[in-house]
């Protein structure tokens, strides 16, 4: 019983181990994404400031125009490198999150099913037949199983086009 025990703490701690690496790339990745922002916003109102001051002292208003387009030009342009850069690490994350929600699918079932087999050895069951009965309910249980992961595995890779190209 203890080894039943021993094997349940153990896929238990996996999926703790797992959930634990998707907190920390949550984390790591809203910290990134915090920082461009604070970074834009930073540039972007000392950009503001200096564009203020600049237009305090144009008297032709055609000069006048023509700061405001450039202003409007690269604070257009800031603002659209920044969602790219973001688009870029939620891209990213996405394929990662999907990858380890894959891998923990695949190896948790893995661990699972060995586990399910280990109990069912270790039952006094006399009759072949109803051993027979349970290993191909459990190869039935583990090909669908096997089916889902691959479709949860190409339903995450379809968020992420660039296949995980995009990194840096």
Not at 60 to 76: C, E, F, G, V
């Amino acid at each position: 019983m203890a080894n039943k025990q021993e094997q349940f703490n153990e896929l238990q701690k996996k999926n703790l181990e797992a959930a634990m690496r998707l907190a920390q790339l949550s984390i790591e990745n809203s910290q990134r994404i915090m920082e461009i922002q604070v970074t834009a916003a930073k540039s972007l109102f000392e950009e503001g400031v200096h564009n203020a001051k600049a237009m305090s002292t144009v008297k032709d208003p055609k000069d006048m125009m023509n700061l405001r387009a450039n202003y409007a030009q690269t604070t257009t342009e800031k603002m659209l490198a920044c969602a790219r850069e973001i688009a870029e690490i939620t891209a990213t994350t996405q394929a990662e999150f999907g990858k380890l929600v894959g891998e923990q699918l695949t190896s948790g079932s893995q661990d699972m099913f060995e586990a399910m087999q280990k109990m069912f050895k270790g039952m006094p069951i006399s009759d072949q037949n109803a051993m027979g009965a349970m290993q191909t309910a459990m190869d039935t249980t583990r090909s669908a199983f096997e089916q889902m992961t691959r479709a949860s595995t190409e339903a995450f890779q379809a968020f992420n086009p660039q296949g995980g190209k995009g990194r840096k």
